[in-house]
């Protein structure tokens, strides 16, 4: 029996990571599920090669590569192999340039589409030279009838002009009337500073460029400390899990958000980074309501609980996963019925 530990009334945790160890030797970090796949679970997750700097302080530099990963029972997951992908040099010498230099690919995501091909989404880095904290980052996609079996395609979101640094972490909304309104992080340059906001594209076809569309939560304008920093989608939460009653379109999902950077001692230093809870109108996308407080903080956390996914089991219920101070996986138990309790009755 694992144990797990209540934080809330609404989360539980699993005292034993899921993936990697506590005093790391080799992080890892942002778990992705292949949710039709079953004995074993299938998924990906992104594995530190290199890394140069503190976490918790501006100035860090990670390089990384994308691992696939294996578990029976979603509580333990194991690495399989690197992951392969057909043709990606080739995209990422395409976007590189004299003025940066590939750091390596982070953050999957994976999304089945109803022919039950596999769209991989991820982050293609560049730290851009010269610069503490500024980077160039696409969302790439690979596509597949396996994850043993991806063909990259061109990034479907980049930078845009001076001020977008780029795009990633994929949050996939539902279709409706012939196209998604999705939800990415976008990097926005705000004057020196580098600030993470939600963004809203739309796609057609699922392999192909998105169309950018605008900013839908920007952190410089929430009235909330724990969202005042930075802001990152992760994944909207099925309706049989839990939904509102006073509107049918509206969905609830979970965000990443991040607190503002502190001066100590002289030092810049990062702010807390935790879950929280949103309202999405997939028709619009629009995000008309964000909690006033996150859903918890993993108790190993010096600034990091980052959720990366979340996934339904048969035997445990809804299983969020989240890394802690990018070093870890940890899994968290999310009761429904508490959950909902937090939920607006109207807004």
Same mark, same amino acid.
């Given at each position: 029996m694992k144990?797990?530990?209540?934080?809330?009334?609404?989360?539980?945790?699993? +005292?034993?990571?899921?993936f990697g160890t506590v005093s790391a030797e080799k992080r890892v970090m942002a778990l992705a599920i292949d949710k039709e796949s079953k004995n074993p679970i299938l998924g $990906?997750?992104?594995?530190? !090669?290199?890394?140069?700097?503190?976490?918790?302080?501006?100035?860090?530099?990670?390089?990384?590569? $994308?691992?696939?990963?294996?578990? $029976?029972?979603?509580?333990?997951w194991k690495k399989v192999k690197d992951l392969e992908i057909e043709g990606i040099e080739e995209v990422i010498k395409k976007i590189s340039g004299s003025d940066k230099y590939f750091i390596g690919l982070e953050d999957p995501d994976i999304w089945t589409d109803e022919k039950w091909v596999k769209h991989v989404?991820?982050?293609?880095?560049?730290?851009?030279?010269?610069?503490?904290?500024?980077? +160039?980052?696409?969302?790439?996609?690979?596509?597949?009838?396996s994850l043993e079996n991806l063909e990259a395609t061109e990034a479907v979101l980049g930078p845009v002009g001076e001020e977008i640094c780029g795009f990633k972490e994929a949050c996939i909304s539902p279709e409706i009337n012939g196209k998604r309104i999705n939800l990415n992080e976008m990097g926005i340059m705000d004057g020196e500073n580098w600030v993470s906001a939600i963004s809203f594209s739309e796609a057609k076809e699922m392999s192909k460029p998105w169309k950018y569309l605008g900013i839908t939560l920007d952190p410089r304008k929430m009235k909330y400390d724990w969202c005042k920093g930075h802001l990152s989608p992760c994944k909207l939460l099925p309706r049989e899990f839990v939904s509102v009653d006073f509107d049918k379109d509206l969905l609830v999902g979970i965000v990443n958000g991040?607190?503002?950077?502190?001066?100590?001692?002289? +030092? +810049?230093?990062?702010?807390?980074?935790?879950?929280?809870?949103?309202?999405?109108?997939?028709?619009?996308?629009?995000?008309?309501?964000?909690?006033?407080?996150?859903?918890?903080?993993?108790?190993?956390?010096?600034?990091? !609980?980052?959720a990366s996914d979340f996934f339904i089991s048969e035997k445990k219920g809804g299983i969020l996963y989240a890394h802690v101070n990018d070093s870890f996986v940890r899994a968290y138990k999310i009761n429904p019925d508490e959950l909902k309790k937090l939920l607006p009755e109207k807004i």
């Open positions: 144990e797990i530990i209540k934080i809330n009334n609404i989360v539980s945790m699993y +005292k034993e990571p899921v $990906l997750a992104r594995e530190i !090669t290199r890394s140069r700097g503190s976490v918790d302080v501006p100035g860090f530099i990670d390089e990384s590569k $994308l691992i696939i990963v294996e578990s $029976l029972d979603g509580l333990k989404y991820f982050t293609i880095a560049f730290k851009v030279l010269n610069k503490l904290d500024i980077y +160039k980052i696409y969302l790439g996609h690979a596509f597949g009838k991040r607190e503002k950077e502190k001066i100590i001692d002289g +030092k +810049k230093i990062y702010g807390k980074f935790n879950p929280g809870l949103i309202l999405f109108n997939p028709k619009t996308g629009e995000i008309p309501r964000i909690s006033s407080e996150p859903l918890f903080e993993d108790p190993d956390a010096r600034t990091i !609980t980052f």
